[in-house]
């Protein structure tokens, strides 16, 4: 059995509140690395096409209310 299924079982066998703590765990941390990842692209230049964009959209009059 791989690592990666005897952590599937142990998941499976938790008790409820163990499942619900171990869930928001996962969802905390999946949003931390997603916020790393941003972070990382912005200060490497990969979103600043999205700044270019908005401002031609500024420039157009064409920004969309949200």
């Given at each position: 059995?791989?690592?990666?299924?005897?952590?599937?079982?142990?998941?499976?066998?938790?008790?409820e509140?163990?499942?619900?703590?171990?869930?928001?765990?996962?969802?905390?941390?999946?949003?931390?690395?997603?916020?790393?990842?941003?972070?990382?692209?912005?200060?490497?230049?990969?979103?600043?096409?999205?700044?270019?964009?908005?401002?031609?959209?500024?420039?157009?009059?064409?920004?969309?209310?949200?």
């Amino acid at each position: 059995m791989s690592n990666v299924e005897e952590i599937k079982a142990a998941i499976e066998a938790l008790a409820e509140p163990d499942y619900v703590q171990l869930r928001q765990w996962f969802s905390e941390r999946d949003w931390e690395r997603w916020d790393k990842q941003i972070e990382a692209d912005s200060k490497s230049g990969k979103l600043d096409f999205l700044i270019v964009e908005a401002l031609e959209e500024k420039t157009k009059r064409t920004l969309k209310e949200l």
